[in-house]
């Protein structure tokens, strides 16, 4: 897909989701609210350039999480790339769950900053999120290695049905689902999970790492609340974390489904006005019902 015919079609997902979390936006605000989130995903990439080991570690806290190991739960928002790094300068051993292309990414970028700083290769480690592994690749890093594993949640935007598999969490006008497995999981092994994110203290470009909760298992506790605890946190500090600069949220043109049986087509109600945004895709143009999203390809020739 050419880059200008890729851009459209993100804004037009972009488009088509926020107004799901915000329907009083008109077309104005739209346009400076997505201006305002491509802007803060180049500077975030302008921090990810300039900021090495070497500068993270001046004036690091002696101390920034509770413990020597454990699961790490964050988000797509703010320079969330910073998060394993700045962990990394304050001396943890740290793990990374993501996507094989990911990894490709970082790791070179870590090899190479670790060596240059006399830090020892062994402080991070990768775990493919798609391998079926990688869940006892979870428990030995904690374990055995004693990492804080890092993993960041997406979101889904949930077609109002409920799972046992899924949280229901509340966001601005609508709602998005997280899959909840990792909190029985944590249960299950007795694991320490804290909720961290990115947080600008000062308003100044110093990000910092910023605890929302930690929690510890308690084998005297009944079974299940453990897992509810964590899910409770997220439940209301995904939110609070999210609504604390909307627009930094990298995820609005990528929040995904994971009930696709539940996907039905919607009928138009053409005798009231339908916004709908065109773009391209190789050769083919389709429109987009921004209020429905759903697609609508173009056969006719213009």
Not at 60 to 70: S, T
Not at 270 to 297: A, C, I, K, Y
Request: some cysteine; proline content about 4%; charged content about 25%.
């Amino acid at each position: 897909m050419q880059p200008e015919n890729k851009e459209n079609m993100q804004r037009a997902l972009w488009y088509a989701n926020v107004l799901q979390y915000f329907p009083r936006l008109n077309l104005d605000d739209l346009r400076a609210a997505f201006a305002d989130w491509q802007q803060k995903k180049r500077e975030y990439i302008r921090f990810y350039d300039a900021c090495n080991l070497a500068v993270l570690k001046k004036g690091m806290p002696e101390k920034i999480l509770d413990g020597e190991a454990g699961l790490l739960i964050t988000f797509h928002t703010g320079p969330y790339r910073l998060l394993p790094r700045l962990l990394i300068a304050a001396g943890y051993k740290i793990g990374l769950v993501a996507s094989s292309k990911v990894i490709a990414r970082e790791k070179s970028w870590y090899a190479e900053e670790l060596l240059a700083n006399n830090i020892s290769l062994d402080n991070f480690s990768c775990m493919e999120a798609d391998k079926p592994t990688v869940l006892k690749q979870i428990i030995t890093a904690i374990e055995a290695e004693k990492r804080w594993v890092l993993v960041f949640l997406d979101a889904d935007e949930g077609q109002k049905k409920h799972s046992a598999n899924l949280l229901h969490v509340k966001l601005f006008h609508g709602h998005v689902y997280f899959r909840n497995n990792l909190f029985l999981f944590a249960e299950r092994f007795g694991i320490p999970v804290a909720i961290v994110y990115m947080e600008d203290r000062a308003q100044n470009g110093n990000w910092q790492v910023a605890i929302h909760n930690q929690f510890y298992p308690d084998a005297k506790s009944v079974k299940g609340h453990y897992a509810k605890q964590c899910a409770d946190a997220i439940r209301t500090g995904f939110p609070a974390i999210i609504g604390r600069d909307w627009t930094a949220w990298e995820n609005w043109s990528l929040l995904h489904c994971y009930q696709k049986e539940y996907i039905v087509p919607k009928q138009l109600d053409l005798t009231n006005p339908v916004w709908v945004m065109p773009f391209l895709v190789g050769n083919r143009r389709f429109f987009l019902d921004m209020s429905n999203r759903q697609f609508f390809e173009i056969l006719s020739p213009l």
